[in-house]
């Protein structure tokens, strides 16, 4: 009887004591980042049979365990992931929206005062000073420009670096994770499959951190350990294996660092960027793919915009020494870059945004464009016809042979398309889209998918992933027939060997918009401020008949090198035009029908209006010491608060809805939006992760109060367990005293 007692009191001492070392333990690492509170597993022993009955043989503890949810763990380690991933976000775009929306170094103010210049110069054209403001004016926005681009670019330098930093940060836990798996292994196959509590902790702690630097998915294999994958199953930890995340150079653009994965076995994957979320790694991908691109493109196409909107009203006019006027901006071309993996030396000779106007003529049969900066020829076309990313088709009325027209694809300032005042057909053409207004601030990828006759590209706008393809004998070709098929703003063409299969080009169009532009003029005289013809009514004339002062639409027939005359014959209701290169047929007008006619040829366009007598004159000349004039200052002064640009940064369809003050405004507003909605995000995520750790420490944080009295609990079973022992040992005393 004495040794049954004795050996139950042996279980319950044992017992106790294992309850009190394990509440001990979680009384020490009460604060213990990550520690999970544990509990020991206490069931009775098998009973023994006798002819009274089964009497118990006391207890015994089978293990001990941690107190643990992995549902709760999971929504903690989510909510931390996004709370890592929004303050990492925020963190950068705060940069961002700081230096853009600041209301003095930001674009703004500088647009303001050039575009101020420009209406003083217009209101006094041959004062140097005046001309003078204005080209500083232009230098102070360019350098502008450029200061805000450099900053960006450190932003982007900064991002770069922060990548290959969490990078390593990842491969350090990464490492760790595929040690403590082995060292759980080891531990259980040592500790007859008992789990090993406190190296479990610490691989969840581990993953935790992991999480808050990338997203990750976990799953428990049979022995214990478990395996990690990132992205869409990317295997980063495997038992004991361990791959490696790498920051390399994009194989397509050399200031991106972009994540590849090295398996243990030594292959190589790049990861797709839109696929690593979560964590400061995924803040970091997400803010520069969603924010920081678009907000550099944007200001880049206000750049290239303004330039090339600029340019082109700047060149139809005269300067102060009564010639023609040239760039006043040099426009930044677009980037192009050759993937390094691309098995050819062929490179992208240009990808250049052509804002040029193009004359059509009517053959007959079909139509005939040419590229008025160049002298370039898309002939035999039927219309509809894209040529330039510029879509012509006929609106009403049908051509005659030898009908000609004039199509100002980005001309903001006045008519798109001008039908030529000798026309004899009824034909109105319609012009949709141009080269500025088509410009988007995504970039793409032009990929060879088929070479050596015939060869065909594909042209990805990564924005959205549109996609156009063009095919054809040759490389060049292939990319003019591309050009028809798109509409998205420039031009490319190939220079080196022939590109073959799998080759991969980046194209930035407005990528370093900002960073190259400059004032192309450094001398104040050099500003063309007025308009390079003049008209005017012979003194003589005896009608009403007014002329108006004129534009230019295209300036191939200029300098007027003699002066054009329109005489007025009453008879036949017509002006026949005299001394224009080339020739002009009679104009009809007929005062008994209209009481004003817009009349254009060669590139220059007027109206006369009223009714004028028969022999009724007028001139065109040229604007000799035109330098009161600022009919051309008076069109540069508009774009100020004329729609020129697409309105929304990111739209991918074409149409002038915004002015360069607005077009850069709503870059403000995008970066503004997005940063107070990634604050918003992270401050939810961030009450979602402290409702999810207030859970996790009611279920495995350690309460003292409730260790204590667990203390208490297991100092009483210890004591009653050893006086369980002092009576066995009295009553086997008694029995041998019997004996005695």
Known sequence: MSSGVFSVGLTALSAAQVGVLTTSHNIANAS????????????????????????GQGTSVQTIQRVYNQFISNQLMAAQTGVAEMDTYLAQIDQLDNLLADPNAGLSPA???????????????????????????????????????????????????????????????????????????????????????????????LISDLNKEIRTQTFQQGDGTYNIFIGNGQPLVVGREVSTLQAVQDVNDPQKITVSLRSPYGTTMTLIESLLTGGNLGGLLAFRSQSLDPAQ????????????????????GQDLTGALGGNFFNVPAPVVNS????????????????????????DGTNYD????????????????????????????????????????????AGSRVIAESDNTGTAVLNSAGSNIQALTVSDYRLDVTAAGGPYTFTLTRLSDGQLWSGSGASAALALADLAT????????????????????????????????ISVALTDPSAIAAAAPFRTAATLGNTGTATISAGSVEDKSYLPLTAPVTLTFNSTTNQFAVAGAVPAVANIAYNPATVTSKAISFNGLSFTISGTPQNGDTFTLSANANGVSDSRTMQLLGGLQTLNALAGTPGSTSAGATASFQAAYAQIVSQVGNKAREVEVTGK?????????????????????????????????????????????????????ALGR
């Open 485 to 516: 098929q798109q509409q998205v703003g420039f031009n490319l063409a190939f220079s080196g060997t022939n590109p073959s299969v799998g080759d991969s080009f980046s194209i930035q169009p407005t990528r370093v918009g900002a960073r190259n």
């Open 339 to 362: 993937g390094t993996l691309n098995a050819t030396q062929a490179t992208v000779l240009s990808a250049q945004i052509v804002n040029s106007d193009y004359r059509v003529v009517f």
């Open 111 to 205: 647009l303001s005062d050039f575009f101020n210049g420009v209406q003083e110069l217009a209101a006094n054209p041959s004062s140097v000073p005046a001309r003078q403001a204005m080209l500083s004016g232009g230098q102070a926005l360019a350098a502008r420009f450029q200061s805000i681009d450099r900053r960006i670019s450190e932003v982007r330098d900064g991002v770069n670096q922060q990548i290959t930093d969490e990078i390593a940060k990842i491969n350090s836990y990464a490492t760790q994770l595929g040690e403590i798996n082995q060292r759980i292994i080891l531990a259980q196959a040592t500790g007859s499959n008992q789990p090993p509590n406190d190296l479990i902790d610490q691989r969840e702690q």
């Open 684 to 736: 939810a995520q961030q009450s979602l992760a402290d409702q999810a750790q207030s859970a996790r420490d009611q279920i495995s944080g350690v309460n003292l109060d409730e260790e204590a009295a667990n203390l208490m609990r297991y100092q009483q079973a210890y004591q009653a367990a050893a006086k369980m022992l002092d009576i066995a040992g009295r009553l086997l005393d008694e029995i041998l």
């Open 32 to 55: 213990t980042q990550g520690y999970t509170r544990q509990q020991i597993v206490q069931t009775t022993n098998t009973p023994l049979f006798t002819g009274v009955g089964f009497l």
């Open 369 to 412: 464009v040419t590229r008025l900066s160049d002298g370039t020829a898309f002939n035999n076309l039927t219309f509809p016809a894209v040529v330039d990313g510029v879509t012509i088709s006929l609106s009403s009325g049908t051509p005659l042979v030898n009908d000609a027209f004039i199509v100002r694809p980005g001309n903001p």
């Open 297 to 316: 493109n944007a200001l880049g196409r206000v750049a290239i915009g303004l330039a090339q909107t600029f340019n082109e009203i700047h060149r139809l």
